[in-house]
T-cell receptor, first 113, second 112 residues
Framework: EDQVTQSPEALRLQEGESSSLNCSYTVSGLRGLFWYRQDPGKGPEFLFT?????EEKEKERLKATLTKKESFLHITAPKPEDSATYLC??????????????WGLGTSLAVNP | DTGVSQNPRHKITKRGQNVTFRCDPISEHNRLYWYRQTLGQGPEFLTY????????KSRLLSDRFSAERPKGSFSTLEIQRTEQGDSAMYLC??????????FGDGTRLSIL
């Protein structure tokens, strides 16, 4: 069964204190791994797609990496506005044509000024 | 790009009543998805449309739930005879083929 596990559940950082969020996955044929950001009361906001091991994507203070078993979201010198829940999701080749996403529970990040 | 629009943003109803939500996807996105999300959880897949065709429904979607996308543009999700367990955020997403899904801000349903 396809499964996504995120850790830690919650993370509190000081402004400027870099860290990493983990997303471990078990999937029968990875089509893609996705990172989203979700603010309270809002829908998930797309950040990155990763397709193959070794791939990396960057956007401002965020960098996503992918191995055959996990992905990391590195946050460099975070600011309070980076506070949000970060969700990881995977698409499996076995999902057929519908491309539905299998989601983790998310990491709730709080960045203190 | 106006984004995915969902209405209403909040719906409060009494148990047993019927409710209907609307989703307007990003223009020309032919794929549309409905998900349900409860507090502290990731979204759960409910159903998927390609153009006007509903191609898959989750086992989570009981007979009380029905979704339509009549002309391949906007979609509606109806819940009949609502129950307490239906309280959740209902999210809609749309995409082009092989492109990431983009989400609306959801409809939060509260059952009294």
């Amino acid at each position: 069964e396809d499964q996504v596990t995120q850790s830690p559940e919650a993370l509190r950082l000081q402004e400027g204190e870099s860290s990493s969020l983990n997303c471990s996955y078990t999937v029968s044929g990875l089509r893609g791994l996705f990172w989203y950001r979700q603010d309270p009361g809002k829908g998930p906001e797309f950040l990155f797609t990763l397709y193959s091991a070794g791939e990396e994507k960057e956007k401002e203070r965020l960098k996503a990496t992918l191995t055959k078993k996990e992905s990391f979201l590195h946050i460099t010198a975070p600011k309070p506005e980076d506070s949000a829940t970060y969700l990881c999701a995977v698409q499996s080749h076995n999902a057929g044509n519908n491309r539905k996403l299998i989601w983790g529970l998310g990491t709730s990040l709080a960045v203190n000024p | 790009d106006t984004g995915v629009s969902q209405n209403p943003r909040h719906k409060i109803t009494k148990r047993g009543q019927n409710v209907t939500f609307r989703c307007d996807p990003i223009s020309e996105h032919n794929r549309l998805y409905w998900y349900r999300q409860t507090l502290g959880q990731g979204p759960e897949f409910l159903t998927y449309f390609q153009n006007e065709a509903q191609l898959e429904k989750s086992r989570l979607l009981s007979d009380r739930f029905s979704a339509e996308r009549p002309k391949g543009s906007f979609s509606t999700l109806e819940i009949q005879r609502t129950e307490q367990g239906d309280s959740a955020m209902y999210l809609c997403a749309s995409s082009f083929p092989e492109q990431p899904q983009h989400f609306g801000d959801g409809t939060r349903l509260s059952i009294l």
